[in-house]
């Protein structure tokens, strides 16, 4: 099983980015799935779930400018960042079965 994450790259401030990861089995009968960052220097956080359901939830740092949302059909998770800031500027992960993907570098400039 793979997750392979896909997006990123360098945007200004105040830009948007949709990230994606690819999964390589299907992800209809996953409950949770999750992506996380990594900014240099700093421990691995999570950024946002989504639930089987479609439950989402957000850390206070991104809540009301990034989305979560998940395509069984097409087996991929999503992740939707506007209004950007220096400081989301990360490799951002997609988890989910207890495996990682191998992770996409997203840079805001100011």
């Known amino acids: 099983v793979q997750l392979q994450a896909s997006g990123g790259g360098l945007v200004q401030a105040g830009g948007s980015l949709t990230l994606s990861c690819a999964a390589s089995r299907s992800i209809f009968s996953v409950d949770s799935m999750y992506w996380y960052r990594q900014a240099p220097g700093k421990q691995r956080e999570l950024v946002a779930v989504?639930?089987?359901?479609?439950?989402?939830n957000y850390s206070d740092s991104v809540k009301g400018r990034f989305t979560i949302s998940r395509d069984n059909g097409r087996n991929t998770l999503y992740l939707q960042m506007n209004s950007l800031k220096p400081e989301d500027t990360a490799v951002y992960y997609c988890?989910?079965?207890?495996?990682w993907g191998q992770g996409t570098l997203v840079t805001v400039s100011s």
């Open positions: 989504i639930t089987r359901e479609g439950g989402t």
């Open positions: 988890n989910t079965w207890g495996i």
